[in-house]
C-alpha cells in the first residue's frame, strides 16, 4: 500500500473554491478547507503533480506534524515527536523559515522558531546518534502556523514561490501576482474560444495566464522545486514522469484571441518578452493605446483586468474620470462581460453600473474587490 501524505496549499483569502476545485481536478482528496489553505491527501507522488500543475497557491507544505501547544515547553515536545529523519537526512540543511500565530498564547515569531530548530535538532541527534550537523546538503525548510494554540508543522517543498513561473523578468509598478491573476480568471466562465482584452495588461500577467490556462501549460513545467532534490521522500524518475505527464497534455493547435493593451510603451515591449518567455507569444496581441481606445465589433467578448487603484496621491484624482471611461467603453461593447480587480471604492459608481457579483480579495495586505458585469451567453454553436 502506497504511502499517503497530507499536503497543505495556501493561497490568497476568498479563493479557497479554486484552489480546491484545481486539487480535485488532479484527483486528490480534500480534508480540510479553511480561510486561506486548503489541505489535501495524496501518495509521493503528489508532491510533485501539485507543485507543477497547481496555478492559484503559493506553495505546497508536506504537513509532519499538528498539536495543542499553550507553552514552549509543549512547542518542544512537539516538535521532537516528529520523526524528521524520516526525510531529512543527516547533512540537510533545515531551519524554521518561517513562523505566523493567530489568537495564540504563543506569539514571538523567533523564539518558536529558534525552540523548534533546538527540538528538531534532538529528534535527529537521538535518530543519528550525533551532537553536531554539518547542514551542508540540500534544505529543509519549515514552515510553523499557530492558531488558535494549535501547532502545525510543514515542511515546504516548493522552496521558490510558486507564482514564480520563470517567464515575468520584467515588471511594472504595480503588478498582480501570477497566482492571483491565474485564480481570478478561473473565476470567470471565460473559454479559450472567447476574445479576452486586458485594456491595463502592464507587464502581461492577465494575458499570459490566460493563455496558459487555454493552452493547458502548467504553471511549474519550466522550473524546479526545493524538493526535487528530496531521494528520501520521492525518487528523481517521480518527478520525471509529473513533468512528462504535465508536457503531454498541453494542447498545441489551440486558437485564441487574446489581446493585452497599455498606455506605457516601454510596458507593453517587456509584456511581449514575457510572453515569449511563458511559451504563449504566439496567443496575444500586445499594443500600446489607451483605454479610451478600447473598442470591437465582435460580441460576447470578455474584460478582465487590473486598472489602477489610485494608491499615490496624484493618481487618486484621476481615478473618476478613468473608471467613468471604462464604464462608457465597456457599455459600447456588443453582450460583453467584464471582471476587474480594485480596491478603489467608487468603481461601481463610476462605471455606471453595479456589478453582478462582487467578491472581497486581499491583494496582498491590499483589500480589493473584484468586481463581476455578466454580458450575456452566446446562443449554443
Known sequence: MEERFELIAPCHFGLEAVLKREVQNLGYEIVEVEDGRVTFAGPASAIARANINIRTSERILLKCG????????????????????????????????????????????TSIQSIAKKAMVESMSNTYHI?????????????????????????????????????????????????????????????????????????????????MIGANIAPGVNRDFTSSTWEKLIDKKTWYAAYDEARSLEKTDVEMHIQGYDLDSQIVKCAMQNAEDAGVADYIHFQARAVKDLSSPKPYGFIITNPPYGERLEEKEALPALYRTIGERYAALDNWSMFLITSYEDAERDIGRKADKNRKIYNGMIKSYFYQFMGAKPPKK
Open 66 to 109: 499538528q498539536f495543542k501547544a499553550t507553552t514552549f515547553d509543549e512547542l518542544y515536545e512537539g516538535v521532537k515527536h516528529i520523526p524528521w529523519a524520516r526525510i531529512i537526512p543527516r547533512d540537510g540543511r533545515f531551519w524554521v523559515t518561517k513562523a505566523t500565530t493567530n489568537k495564540s498564547k504563543l506569539f514571538s515569531e
Open 131 to 211: 551532537s553536531q550537523f554539518a547542514e551542508d546538503g540540500d534544505d529543509y525548510p519549515v514552515r510553523i502556523f499557530i492558531k488558535k494554540d494549535i501547532v502545525t508543522v510543514g515542511l515546504d517543498t516548493t522552496g521558490v514561490s510558486l507564482h514564480k513561473r520563470g517567464y515575468r523578468q520584467l515588471v511594472g509598478k504595480a503588478p498582480i501576482s501570477e497566482t492571483l491573476a491565474a485564480a481570478l480568471i478561473m473565476l470567470t466562465p471565460w473559454r479559450a474560444d472567447r476574445l479576452l482584452v486586458d485594456p491595463f495588461c502592464g507587464s502581461g500577467t492577465f494575458p499570459i495566464e490566460a493563455a
